[in-house]
Structures are given as structure tokens and as C-alpha cells.
């Protein structure tokens, strides 16, 4: 495989998803990841010896994507691309863009690691997780998923939250989340892998490879900030910098990870094919974590994206 074929992949990518929306109106999320994996797999044609299995692959895409009744829980479960080889890279790009949707993706160059995540006071504060919320847990990712693993192995979103309580409330929401069940039905409880209080202070609740439940659809693919605060507590500016770092930092784990949300957006991913809700649900729409705090935090994204790449810690 050539460096420049696998270049070609990723900026046909690009083209079909980005630089035509008019002919994409329309077009499904399936239809795309079909578009481009052929696209993908024209060019693979020439593919190296190191690359075979990579065929297999994109092949496997293509069959996916034709058959939209398939989970997209079932792709995740295949083995990772190789992305220490061009093509697995370029396909790796192709897909993942692919089934994203644009306005919410990251910006595509933030840190080059995640060492500013040191500047946090982050704090451990793992939520009591007794067998009895494993099996409940699962129980719950088997009727919502259709697949009861809890663990979280390629994340690709992160969606940011606020507690809807004030200043004061981090030890009664820490109580909360710490119950094995919810105060009215017998389901597992909501849970997160990160709280952040007004000050900024990060407690840090589950590990990032266990799944949380925050997020109708996306809790499979999520992973999790709450901030305390609501309404009348707009998010302060010690959070969104908690909430950056974080970000920063769990993209650096995570190279899956492409783009971040509020609460408040997560029906706009309800016909996408990382939407993994499978029963009915209310919709309820959330303001989480507030329009003006999201805005801010985009913008200190784009700004920290920038920075890197004038530092040279970004090729592009
Ligand atoms: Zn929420």
C-alpha cells in the first residue's frame, strides 16, 4: 500500500462528507458509510501484503452498511484496524467520520497528549459498584443495546452535562450517583465517570472502560462530565477549563473519540448509526449543560486546536 493511496482515502473521504453537503441531502448515515468504504475499498485493491486482513474489513463494512438493521454495536466488536499502517489509518478516518455527524465533531487537533491534565486537581472517587450493579447493569445494556457487555472499548463521543443543582449539592449528587438502583424503580442507576465541581475540582467516578448510564443511545459509545450547576447556576469558567483538560485528555486516550455534545444534543444523533438505543423512550429534551457554556467551550477547543498546530504538535 502506498502512502499516497492512503492519502487519496482520506481526502476522498473528506470530499464525500464534507466538501458536497448538497448531494449528501438525503443521504442516510448507512448510505455514507457505504459510499465511502467502497471508495475505500477501490483503493485498497493494491493493498500490501502487511495489509490483508484489512480487505476483510472493509468488506465486512460494506456489508454492514447495506443492512442497517445491523447494530452498529456488532462493528465495534470486530478487531481494530491496525492503524499503524496507512490504509488502516486512512480507513479508521473514513468510517468513523462517516458515522458522525459534522457540526458536532471535535476540532481535528488538539493536544498531542495528555499531559496538561496534571494542571487538574482531580480527585478518586469511585462509585460503589457491588456485583449487584454489574448484573443490574447489564441487564439493562441487554434490553437498551442489545448486547450486555459493559465494557467500553472505543469511545467516540463525549457528552458534557450539568447536575441541574446548585453550588454545595457535589456530596448529595456523589450519594446519588453511589446508589446501586434508581430512588423509584428497581433499573440500575444513572452514573458517570467524571463530576466536576464549581471550582473546577474533577472527581473522577468510574474508570473510562466501563460503560456509564447518562445518555439515552449513547451511553455504549459515551463518555461522561457532569458539572454541578443549572439553570440558575450557569457552568463557571474553572469548569469549562476542568471540561477542556478533560476532553483534551480523553481524546489523547482515546484516538476514537471525534466529537463532543451536550446532553442537550443527543437526539440529534437518534437516526445515526452510533445511536444504540433499541426500546421506546420519552425523547425528554434536556438543556444540559446550557447553550452559552457549550459555545464557550467550542470555542476553547478550536483555540487550544490552533495552538497545537502552531506548535507543530499536529502535522495538519
Ligand atoms: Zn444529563
Request: glycine share 8%; aromatic share 6%; proline share 7%.
Amino acid at each position: 500500500m502506498k502512502l499516497y493511496q492512503a492519502a487519496s482515502a482520506g481526502i476522498l473521504a473528506y470530499a464525500i462528507f464534507f466538501s458536497v453537503p448538497g448531494a449528501l441531502a438525503g443521504t442516510s448515515d448507512h448510505e455514507r458509510v457505504c459510499a465511502a468504504a467502497e471508495k475505500c475499498r477501490i483503493l485498497a485493491g493494491g493493498s500490501g501484503a502487511g495489509e490483508p486482513p484489512l480487505a476483510k474489513l472493509v468488506d465486512d463494512i460494506v456489508a454492514l452498511a447495506a443492512a442497517p438493521e445491523q447494530n452498529w454495536v456488532h462493528t465495534r466488536e470486530r478487531p481494530p484496524l491496525d492503524v499503524s499502517l496507512p490504509l488502516g489509518r486512512a480507513l479508521q478516518s473514513c468510517y468513523a467520520k462517516a458515522t458522525r455527524l459534522s457540526a458536532f465533531l471535535l476540532p481535528s487537533c488538539l493536544g498531542a497528549d495528555a499531559t496538561d491534565e496534571n494542571e487538574l486537581n482531580m480527585i478518586d472517587s469511585p462509585l460503589p459498584w457491588p456485583p449487584e450493579r454489574t448484573k443490574l447493569m447489564k441487564a439493562y445494556l441487554k434490553h437498551h443495546t442489545g448486547n450486555d457487555s459493559e465494557k467500553l472499548e472505543e469511545p467516540t463521543t463525549i457528552v458534557t452535562h450539568w447536575t441541574d443543582s446548585g453550588p454545595g449539592t457535589l456530596e448529595a449528587i456523589l450519594k446519588g450517583f453511589g446508589a446501586t438502583t434508581m430512588p423509584d424503580t428497581h433499573d440500575v442507576n444513572v452514573s458517570c465517570h467524571y463530576i466536576v465541581d464549581r471550582d473546577g475540582t474533577v472527581y473522577r467516578l468510574m474508570p473510562e472502560n466501563l460503560i456509564a448510564r447518562h445518555t439515552v443511545g449513547l451511553n455504549r459509545n459515551a463518555l461522561c462530565i457532569e458539572n454541578i450547576g443549572g439553570p440558575s447556576f450557569p457552568l463557571t469558567p474553572q469548569q469549562r477549563r476542568a471540561n477542556e483538560l478533560l476532553i483534551n485528555g480523553m481524546v489523547a486516550r482515546h484516538p476514537t473519540i471525534d466529537n463532543m455534545i451536550g446532553h442537550s444534543e443527543y437526539r440529534a444523533f437518534e437516526n445515526s448509526m452510533i445511536f444504540t438505543e433499541k426500546t421506546a423512550y420519552r425523547g425528554d429534551r434536556w438543556a444540559e449543560p446550557g447553550r452559552d457554556y457549550l459555545r464557550k467551550l467550542r470555542a476553547d477547543l478550536d483555540a487550544r486546536s490552533l495552538e497545537s498546530r502552531k506548535a507543530g504538535h499536529c502535522a495538519h
